[in-house]
C-alpha cells in the first residue's frame, strides 16, 4: 500500500471540498496522479469520512493551537493538510505519529511552500504535545 500517495490524495480532495467540489472519484481520475489500490482506496475513504464527520472538532483542535493565528487566515491547502493529519493522530493509531507529521510536512512542502511545512510542523507538534498531556492526566 502507498499511503504516502493515500494521504495526499486525500489532502487533495479534501482541499477540492472545501473549494466547493465534490472530492469524488472524478478528483482521484483526473487530477490526482495516483492509482489507488483497493486497500490505498479504503484508506483515503476513511480520512475523508473522518474528516468530514468530525470537521468541527478537528477545526477546534488545531484552533487550540494556532499562536497569532485563527482558521480563517491559513492558506485552505495548510488547512486541508492540518485537518487530515489531525484525523489521523487523534483517530487512526496505526501509524506513529511522527510518520504522520512528517509526510504532514512533506505534503505542505509541495503544494505550499516550505515554510507552511515549518508552519504545519508547529501546528502538529503542539496538537501532538496536547494529546499526549490529556492522555496522561486521564491515566493518571
Known amino acids: 500500500m502507498a ?9 487533495q480532495m479534501v482541499f477540492e471540498n472545501m473549494l466547493g467540489g465534490d472530492g469524488g472519484e472524478e478528483t482521484l481520475r483526473g487530477l490526482i496522479e495516483f492509482n489507488p ?13 473522518g474528516v468530514e464527520q468530525n470537521a468541527e472538532a478537528l ?17 485552505k491547502v495548510d488547512l486541508a493538510v492540518l485537518r487530515v493529519a489531525a484525523w489521523e493522530l487523534n483517530h487512526a493509531g496505526d501509524t506513529p505519529d511522527a510518520v504522520v507529521i512528517n509526510e504532514a510536512v512533506a505534503i505542505a512542502q509541495k503544494f505550499d511552500s516550505p515554510t507552511a511545512g515549518k ?9 501532538l504535545s496536547q494529546r499526549n498531556e490529556k492522555q496522561a492526566e486521564e491515566n493518571a
Open 3 to 11: 499511503r504516502k500517495s493515500a494521504r495526499a490524495a486525500a489532502v
Open 119 to 127: 508552519f504545519v510542523n508547529g501546528v502538529l507538534s503542539t496538537l
Open 37 to 49: 489500490q483497493e486497500d490505498d482506496q479504503r484508506y483515503i475513504d476513511e480520512i475523508l469520512s
Open 59 to 75: 477545526d477546534a483542535s488545531i484552533e487550540k493551537c494556532l499562536k497569532g493565528w485563527t482558521l480563517d487566515r491559513i492558506a
